[in-house]
């Protein structure tokens, strides 16, 4: 794939997706597959590539659904520290393969390739709600230890029992994440270039075609 597409290279994630592949499909067909996710997904693209400020403006945005549909949980982040590249990075790039057992993750997938790139955010809104009475009794450690090592209690069934609750739409997905990235861009011109990271994204209150496609 990195001789396919060298814009991408390797990222670390992307194992995790060629190894959920392979299990069911033979080499040729999950190398189209694997090609044809990354090129469909704008969010996907972005993150393995680490394409500023695209990436920042997916870090911004998972800040802002928090607030939106959990705010009493946004605000505990906020005052304990935790932000959404400590976890939501992980989940993302991973396919929720790193965290969840791979069965409960192939579910998130199957509504991924339906509903494409907003319900990786429902899902991962979905954990939060999921954990929240446990995450809002944490400190910062006690929370980052739970966001990467998710307890047994999150499974695909408790996930899409909260989905039902994350009201967004595919719409308002789309018009937050073009907010948030005019935000980046103004942010990303005014940091000199090799400060620029992913990550560190601070919390604001509310106001492709088919290139790379395998047939």
């Excluded at 597409?5 to 069911?24: I, K, V």
């Excluded at 403006?57 to 009493?72: S, T």
């Amino acid at each position: 794939y990195a001789h396919f597409r060298p814009e991408f290279g390797y990222s670390q994630g992307m194992s995790y997706l060629a190894a959920a592949l392979l299990l069911y499909l033979d080499a040729p067909t999950a190398f189209c597959c694997f090609a044809n996710i990354l090129s469909k997904s704008r969010c996907l693209s972005s993150f393995y590539k680490m394409q500023n400020p695209e990436v920042q403006a997916y870090l911004l945005l998972q800040q802002r659904l928090v607030f939106l549909e959990n705010p009493v949980l946004a605000a505990h982040f906020d005052a304990i520290g935790i932000e959404s590249d400590m976890y939501i990075i992980s989940w993302i790039m991973s396919l929720y393969c790193r965290v969840l057992p791979l069965d409960d993750a192939l579910r998130i997938w199957d509504a991924f390739f339906l509903l494409g790139d907003a319900f990786l955010f429902k899902a991962a809104l979905a954990i939060l709600r999921v954990l929240q009475d446990c995450l809002l009794r944490g400190n910062f450690e006690d929370c980052a230890y739970t966001l990467s090592h998710l307890p047994e209690t999150v499974t695909a069934t408790s996930i899409f029992a909260e989905v039902r609750q994350v009201r967004f739409s595919r719409k308002r997905f789309a018009e937050i994440f073009e907010e948030c990235l005019v935000v980046a861009a103004q942010n990303s011109a005014k940091t000199p270039s090799k400060q620029r990271t992913p990550s560190r994204i601070r919390h604001q209150n509310d106001p492709d075609d088919g290139a790379g496609e395998c047939a």
